[in-house]
C-alpha cells in the first residue's frame, strides 16, 4: 500500500472532472461551427441542384425554340412555293408562333426555379447568411411604428 493513496485518489479525480470540462468545452466551441457546417452544405448541394434543374429547363427551352424555328422555315418554305403574298403571312405567323414557344419555356422555367425554391429554407437561408458575410458595410434602414427608420443603429457598437 502506498502511503500517499488519498492524494493518488484525488488526484485522478481532478484529472478525470477536468478532462471532462476540458471536453465538453470543446463540444460547446465545435457545435456552432458544424451547424454553419452542416448548413452551407446543404445550401451548396441545394444550389447544384437548382443549376442543374436550370440548365435542364434552358436546354429544353433551346430544343423547343429550335423546333419552332425549323417549323416556321419550312411553312416559309412552303409558302414560297406558293406564292409570295401568302408567304409573308405564313412567315409571319411562324414567328409569332416561335415567340410563344419561347414565352412558354420562359414561364415554365420560372414555375421550376420558384418551386424548386419554396420548400427550401435551408439553401434560402445559406444564400441569406452568404450575402451577409460577403456584405460590404451595408446598413439596414429598419421602419419603427412611426414609419421612420432607426438611423445609424450600426454605429451604436462601435
Do not use: C
Amino acid at each position: 500500500m502506498h502511503p500517499n493513496r488519498n492524494a493518488i485518489a484525488f488526484g485522478g479525480l481532478v484529472a478525470t472532472v477536468l478532462f471532462f470540462v476540458i471536453l465538453i468545452i470543446l463540444a460547446l466551441w465545435a457545435w456552432p461551427k458544424y451547424k454553419v457546417y452542416k448548413l452551407e452544405m446543404n445550401g451548396i448541394a441545394a444550389l447544384k441542384e437548382a443549376e442543374w434543374s436550370k440548365q435542364i429547363l434552358i436546354e429544353e427551352a433551346k430544343a423547343r425554340e429550335q423546333a419552332a424555328l425549323m417549323q416556321a422555315k419550312a411553312r416559309v418554305t412552303l409558302a414560297q412555293a406558293e406564292g409570295e403574298g401568302e408567304a409573308k403571312i405564313v412567315q409571319a405567323k411562324a414567328e409569332g408562333q416561335a415567340d410563344i414557344e419561347r414565352a412558354k419555356a420562359a414561364a415554365e422555367a420560372n414555375r421550376i426555379i420558384g418551386e424548386s425554391l419554396k420548400g427550401n429554407e435551408a439553401y434560402l437561408r445559406y444564400v441569406w447568411i452568404k450575402g451577409l458575410q460577403e456584405g460590404n458595410g451595408e446598413r439596414i434602414y429598419i421602419p419603427t411604428e412611426a414609419g421612420l427608420p432607426i438611423l445609424e443603429a450600426g454605429k451604436a457598437g462601435k
